[in-house]
């Protein structure tokens, strides 16, 4: 089978996915005992080995739809029709929503535009646009930094509207971005830092206070505190929780300290808590990172629809790798 960098990105996000599905919510204190090693079943949701949640299927809802061009009001339905008729569900069936983007898809269904649809308040910053932004970057690869934070923003607004979430996204698909083309996780950390801080900071944007938030992630001074380095920080001082900066700092954190795409979405998941988020999220990037073919075989083998996911790709890669 041919495969193409969309094929690792989007393959990258469900297999982390659906090692996190059956441990959501549990501890970290219990995985010191009981670590995620493989595939497991039933559990949390009480699935078959396997099986991906809202993350995925948001995600593949977004790639769908990109697969047809650009158009917002089609990405959102595709939204609405995942809950209602269980568009890209792995079983026919939504078992897991997040509160706001069930808010935002009942907003939509009620008339509100897509744009304005999202949450724009501090609270509603949970991880629900980022676990799902991944396929834009094949979109927006091409242009220049100021359309992609802006193209990035409106997917974000559809369920998460706050400058928060939109920021977390915008840093996640720019270091996807250099990923993509070939550099390795350091380096394109470094880029990515170097990037994003001087667009947001020469751009009337959001608030310092704002881009302060993410001071762990762009490793950027402030006050009088010293630059904290991600990647060197105890696991004790890394959150998994389903905020939206805790989930950008977790999965950037496993990628940073793992060498293979299975250590990294393994170390996602026995972070506890939020697990098929982090390690979707984690997962996206490492299989840009490694490449489909480093993405253990046996793990692909037991996903569900992976023969439809394999024509998603397939028809995006179509789209935007082979044409363009």
Excluded at 69 to 74: E, Q, R
Excluded at 92 to 116: C, M, Q, W, Y
Excluded at 268 to 273: P, Q
Aim: one cysteine or more; aromatic letters at 10%.
């Amino acid at each position: 089978m041919k495969t193409t960098k969309i094929h690792s990105a989007l393959f990258g996000v469900a297999v982390g996915d659906a090692l996190g599905v059956p441990v959501e919510f549990k501890s970290r204190e219990y995985f010191k005992n009981n670590p995620v090693i493989s595939m497991q079943e039933f559990g949390t949701h009480h699935q078959p080995k396997g099986t991906w949640s809202d993350d995925s299927s948001l995600t593949f809802c977004l790639a769908d739809s990109l697969c047809k061009g650009y158009d917002i009001n089609d990405i959102a339905n595709n939204f609405v029709l995942w809950r209602q008729e269980q568009l890209w569900t792995p079983h026919g069936r939504v078992f897991d929503i997040g509160i706001a983007t069930n808010f935002a898809i009942h907003s939509i269904e009620s008339g509100t535009k897509p744009l304005l649809a999202g949450g724009t308040s501090e609270r509603d910053n949970g991880n629900g646009s980022l676990m799902r932004i991944l396929p834009l970057l094949f979109y927006v690869k091409d242009f220049n930094i100021t359309k992609r934070f802006d193209t990035v923003k409106e997917v974000s607004s559809i369920t998460h509207a706050h400058i928060r979430s939109v920021i977390a996204c915008f840093i996640y698909i720019e270091y996807a971005l250099f990923l993509s083309e070939g550099k390795n996780k350091e380096e394109a950390f470094e880029r990515m830092k170097e990037k994003v801080t001087d667009f947001l900071t020469n751009n009337p944007i959001c608030s310092q206070a704002e881009i302060d938030k993410f001071h762990r992630v762009l490793e950027n001074q402030v006050g009088d505190y010293e630059i904290v380095k991600l990647a060197e920080l105890k696991e004790k001082e890394i959150s998994s929780s389903g905020y939206v900066l805790s989930s950008l700092e977790a999965s950037l954190w496993c990628l940073l300290n793992s060498n293979t795409y299975e250590e990294t979405v393994l170390k996602a998941v026995n972070l506890g808590g939020d697990t098929d988020t982090t390690a979707a999220i984690a997962g996206g990037l490492a299989g840009l990172l490694y490449g489909y073919e480093n993405i253990p075989q046996e793990w692909i083998n037991v996903l569900a629809r992976k023969d439809d996911i394999t024509k998603l790709c397939d028809k995006m890669s179509e789209k935007y790798e082979i044409h363009n």
